[in-house]
């Protein structure tokens, strides 16, 4: 007798448990670069919402894609967006359109190790694209001495270091070589992975600066949030404007205001060479992925609850983290466009 | 006779190969000792109270620690053992005990092909298994790919400390009335304890800090991720993670955790000794 | 011929030796059973490795059907306009593990005949306990003290004065940045070693006493006792580690991506930077879209999974050939 009123009391417990601690468990994978602000967000919302553990990995953009694609994944982080062909491949294995949300900025600046010279130097984009494809390979070449006027470059070799793992940041950077020079976009182009013409490859950001600090006469390209928080010097970008504009929080967020006029409605949009006077030419939205239609209903109410309030209370997380926050006007249409979710 | 016995050369060439080995030996332990001293020297700052307790922070953030991916990679070693060693012993008393012929070549050909597998390879066939069917990362995932790597070393030595018993034992046993069965286990086996351990232990530490199979399969988790099902931190993953970010502080962690790594796997190898300690191989008694 | 009046319970009766024993009573005997989990476990093996061969063809389908044989013979490594060849790969991998071999084999056996031979028995466990210890280091932390430590010390120590002896060959020309096949060899080999030492010594203490009195009462010096009589009869053990060495080395990732520049070319200097397939794999695969990339890059799996073969067959017909000339002991 006492064991069955045991029973049913431990059934009606069991029964009630769900009721009374609502844990939602969502993950999230994908770009590396955003990851600080997607776990800093997950730790402030499950202390808004305890029971809601958000957690997301950083795997690379390319890892985020392919797993929210795959459906292993609740959402995805990229930094460069999905091309019709992936959406395409997505919606045919997934059932469900994906979606792209910005939800931070961030910038890829130019580093360098050049014995003798302690000045940050300017550089163009031509100057940019002709090192990076082998055309340019001394530092005293007239490209870069005439954007760097009384600095006493050096006639060494140029000893080029790029990314060897596949990277947004390398994307972002060969978007921006693509737009600079019609040379690099037709040889190399630009994809998180790519045939780099010249140079040796690191591994991860860190990889990069390794070999840029050890290595004389060497010149590399690292995310912003990475040089600031390692307090690496880095070079300057000459912008559409014709200005050389030294990347930090304001010229990347300037970038993002100088696109908002033109972008499209699914927010994919390449903000490299972005038009301005202060804007930063190498910076790129960081977008957060996310099906249209999600089979588990509560949690998709999470997320969609999660994504409003990074558009806005999480915003204010950004700058602390060394991101650019959103301009308004984006947020904006975004908060309209979360509204088309099916959940 | 005015001649020593052995002639000098011989007695030069002694000494100096003497020599060469002990250096050889020193010369592995002292990469060792770099290496731990490195790891502490960078890491020492991280390792508190905190670190073994807590659940990691955001970058920028005091105070957290690993807490879940101690616990996390404790248990995929766990499965990853289960299924390991079992297969890999067994496996290893069949070839030296009852195999002879083909199937045993075929056996020991492809254990040495899976032993050279790169482990981001074996990541790559769990997650087709089992991750992209079931629709998410898992503990259980995890634990089966480290568990498939542990196979080959576990059947290797197995096989290969089983096969370097002498015979005159199993005759010894046979000849006693004992059955085959009962020969190998009671006292083969025994009497190659202490290699088949080493090979595991061995296994076991290499396994442990193996970061590229968990990355399709474990995943990795900030929370703490209770039973099998879901996405686990381990210590590897972290370590990764960590490294290559570029904040000052996770790489101290970073330091800190290769060194909690090291001396779980070192605890882990005394135990193991511990409890097989004392059999040491007849031949040599 | 008198009847017994009662019949002794079944368990002493003790069969007729022609008699067969049911199945049961073989089971309860315990050779069956043994006999039956081993094989079951070894058979698991062949299954298990079978069925990645399987899903590695099948996944690189697309890429085989679109280079053919080219993709072993070609060196272009193209993402964005979706053109892949494996050779780069094919001699990195190669290179890196032999020259790994090369510098692993002789300190590693070496180490190991110390301890197993020389050493007193508490040192020489002590002393295998930490290189054991060796193994359990993470990838990622061989990686990092590879740029931090190695990197530095070949720039600045070791390479200069090897080119100024030996700079006129081939191998050793060129500017040296630090990440290298050399590079890669050597970090390599630093997590091979405790692999070799580590068995190598376990199987040299399993060999029995007799054979070392025996030499000893020839009058040989130690080294030729040990050379002669003991190394000989753990020769198959030793050189067994030495291949599980290598295969570690032919599957080794993150350390050897963060040392070896990345760079997919073939040049002959041991001191250019250079790839292997595992490192290209751990590069691009968790970011890798687009059906024929994806493809591509199991191939390259595929690949080393042949190169893995080829080399393990030849070790094997290796040791045919010892086993011939062996004593059966």
């Not at chain 1, 309030?309 to 308004?328: D, I, V």
């Not at chain 2, 480290?146 to 089983?162: C, N």
Request: a positive charge; charged letters at 15%; proline letters at 6%.
């Amino acid at each position: 007798m006492i064991r069955r009123l045991m029973l049913c009391a431990a059934l009606t417990a069991s029964a009630a448990f769900p009721l009374c601690a609502q844990q939602v468990n969502i993950t999230g994978a994908g770009s590396t670069f955003a990851a600080p602000l997607y776990n800093a967000w997950a730790n402030e919302y499950a202390k808004l919402h305890p029971g809601t553990q958000i957690n997301y990995q950083s795997i690379g953009s390319g890892g985020g894609i392919r797993q929210i694609s795959s459906g292993t994944v609740d959402f995805g982080g990229t930094d460069s967006p999905m091309n019709d062909k992936l959406l395409a491949e997505a919606k045919q294995k997934l059932g469900t359109d994906i979606l792209h949300f910005p939800v931070a900025l961030g910038g890829v600046v130019p580093i360098h190790n050049i014995p003798g010279v302690s000045k940050d130097l300017n550089f163009t984009g031509a100057a940019l694209a002709g090192i990076y494809l082998g055309k340019i390979t001394k530092w005293n070449d007239p490209e870069i001495a005439k954007a760097n006027p009384g600095v006493n470059l050096p006639g060494n070799n140029i000893v080029v270091c790029h990314r060897s793992d596949s990277s947004g940041t390398t994307f972002i950077w060969a978007d921006f070589l693509s737009k600079a020079s019609a040379d690099w976009k037709n040889k190399v182009g630009a994809a998180p992975s790519l045939n780099w013409p010249v140079g040796i490859g690191g591994k991860g950001n860190e990889g990069v600066a390794g070999f840029v600090r050890q290595t004389p006469n060497s010149i590399g390209y690292v995310e912003l949030i990475y040089a600031v928080q390692n307090k690496m010097t880095y070079g300057q970008v000459q912008n559409s404007a014709g200005k050389f504009i030294k990347a930090d929080l304001n010229s990347v967020t300037a970038a993002a205001a100088g696109a908002v006029k033109a972008m499209p409605a699914d927010f994919r949009v390449s903000i490299t060479g972005a038009p301005g006077a202060t804007a930063y030419p190498v910076s790129s939205f960081t977008w957060m992925l996310v099906p249209r239609d999600m089979k588990d209903k509560t949690k998709g109410a999470t997320l969609k609850a999660f994504l409003i309030w990074g558009m806005t209370e999480g915003q204010k997380f950004a700058q602390p983290l060394s991101y650019a926050p959103l301009p308004r006007p984006v947020v904006e249409k975004e908060l309209a466009a979360i509204k088309t979710l099916h959940y | 006779m005015s001649r020593s016995y052995p002639p000098t050369y011989k007695k030069v060439i002694n000494i100096s190969m003497l020599t060469l080995t002990g250096l050889a030996a020193l010369l592995v332990v002292s990469v060792l000792l770099f290496i731990l001293g490195y790891l502490v020297w960078n890491g020492a700052r991280s390792l508190n109270l905190n670190f073994f307790t807590k659940l990691p922070v955001p970058a920028g953030q005091e105070g957290g620690g690993m807490a879940n991916a101690i616990v996390g990679s404790g248990k995929l070693l766990l499965l990853a053992s289960a299924i390991g060693i079992p297969i890999g012993v067994l496996g290893g008393i069949y070839l030296a005990e009852f195999g002879k012929g083909p199937f045993s070549f075929a056996v020991r050909y492809t254990t040495d092909l899976l032993n050279g597998v790169p482990s981001i390879v074996i990541g790559i066939f769990v997650y087709s298994l089992i991750v992209l069917p079931q629709h998410h990362f898992s503990t259980f995932a995890g634990g089966v790919a480290l568990g498939i790597m542990m196979i080959p070393i576990a059947l290797r030595s197995t096989d290969e400390f089983l096969r370097a018993v002498p015979n005159t034992l199993r005759e010894g046993g046979l000849a006693l009335g004992a059955s085959k069965a009962q020969t190998v286990l009671t006292i083969i086996i025994p009497a190659a304890m202490q290699g088949i351990v080493t090979g595991i232990m061995l296994n076991l530490a290499r396994v442990a800090g193996e970061t590229a199979p968990l990355l399709f399969t474990a995943l990795g988790n900030q929370f703490w991720s209770p039973g099998w099902n879901g996405p686990s931190a381990s210590l590897p993953v972290v370590i990764f993670n960590y490294a290559i970010s570029p904040y000052e502080d996770w790489h101290r962690q970073a330091w800190a955790a290769g060194f909690v790594l090291l001396m779980g796997i070192f605890l882990t190898n005394i135990v193991a000794r511990l409890l097989v300690s004392g059999r040491r191989s007849p031949a040599r008694s | 011929m008198a009847s017994t009046a009662t019949t002794p319970p079944p368990s002493l009766v003790v069969k007729d030796a022609r008699e067969k024993l049911s199945l049961f009573e073989r089971l309860k005997k315990g050779d069956e059973a043994t006999f039956l989990v081993t094989f079951a476990s070894a058979l698991s093996i062949i299954v298990v490795t079978c069925l990645l061969v399987q899903h590695l063809w099948i996944d690189s389908v697309l890429s085989r059907h679109a280079f053919g044989w080219k993709f072993l013979h070609t060196s272009t490594w193209d993402p964005v306009a979706d053109q892949y060849g494996a050779l780069p790969f094919i001699y990195g991998t190669v290179v890196t593990s032999f020259l790994a071999l090369l510098l692993a084999v002789p300190v590693g056996i070496g180490a190991a005949i110390f301890l197993a031979e020389l050493a007193p028995r508490r040192l020489s466990n002590v002393l295998t306990f930490m290189i054991e210890l060796l193994a359990a280091v993470p990838s990622v932390i061989y990686g990092l003290l590879g740029i931090f430590v190695l990197l530095p010390i070949l720039r600045d120590y070791v390479v200069p004065p090897l080119q100024k002896t030996l700079g006129f060959l081939p191998i050793f020309k060129g500017a040296f940045y630090g990440v290298s096949y050399f590079s890669a060899a050597c970090v390599l080999a630093i997590m091979i070693v405790p692999f070799i030492v580590s068995i190598s010594r376990e199987v040299l203490l399993a060999v029995p006493q007799a054979q070392r009195e025996a030499m000893m009462a020839l009058g040989a010096t130690k080294w030729d006792v040990t050379w002669k009589s003991v190394v000989p009869y753990a020769q198959r053990g030793m050189i067994g580690s030495v291949f599980l060495a290598l295969a570690r080395a032919l599957g080794e990732t993150m350390a050897v991506t963060m040392v070896i520049g990345n760079v997919p070319a073939i040049h002959a200097s041991l001191l250019s930077p250079g790839y292997t397939i595992a490192a290209v794999i751990a590069n691009e695969f968790t970011e890798a879209t687009g059906d024929l990339y994806i493809s591509a890059l199991i191939e390259l799996a595929l690949v080393l999974f042949a190169v893995t073969m080829i080399i393990n067959a030849i070790a094997r017909l290796l040791l045919l050939g010892m086993k011939s000339q062996e004593t059966t002991h």
